[in-house]
Nanobody, 121 residues
Framework: VQLQASGGGLVQTGGSLRLSCAAS????????MGWFRQAPGKRREFVAA????????YYADSVKGRFTISRDNAKNTVYLRMNSLKPEDTAVYYC???????????????WGQGTLVTVSS
């Protein structure tokens, strides 16, 4: 299983970015997908999750209303649209896969490599 995240970069406060995570080696449409992040010196934390069919989503309170998770099962890809970015959003962002939202939000079955997001003040 490979989960390839991309789309990170440097952005100013208030700006936007869209992360992508392309999956291979698994039946993508059968898995819930999620995003996590890890800031320097901090533990990895949950950001957002989406059900296998996109019918349900779940967000950390810190990003609710600013970030949107979506997926395209035809492209085996999950996205994270990040708006109104803040310096505290600076982190390495990871995608993950799990059997359902509770699992992917806590103990994912698969992890991808990270992509760095830096928000300048």
């Amino acid at each position: 299983v490979q989960l390839q995240a991309s789309g990170g970069g440097l952005v100013q406060t208030g700006g936007s970015l869209r992360l992508s995570c392309a999956a291979s080696g698994l039946t993508f449409s059968s898995y819930a997908m999620g995003w996590f992040r890890q800031a320097p010196g901090k533990r990895r934390e949950f950001v957002a999750a989406i059900a296998w069919n996109g019918g349900s989503t779940y967000y950390a309170d810190s990003v609710k209303g600013r970030f949107t998770i979506s997926r395209d099962n035809a492209k085996n890809t999950v996205y994270l649209r990040m708006n109104s970015l803040k310096p505290e959003d600076t982190a390495v962002y990871y995608c993950a896969a799990g059997n359902n939202i509770p699992i992917v939000a806590t103990t994912p079955d698969y992890w991808g490599q990270g992509t760095l997001v830096t928000v300048s003040s």
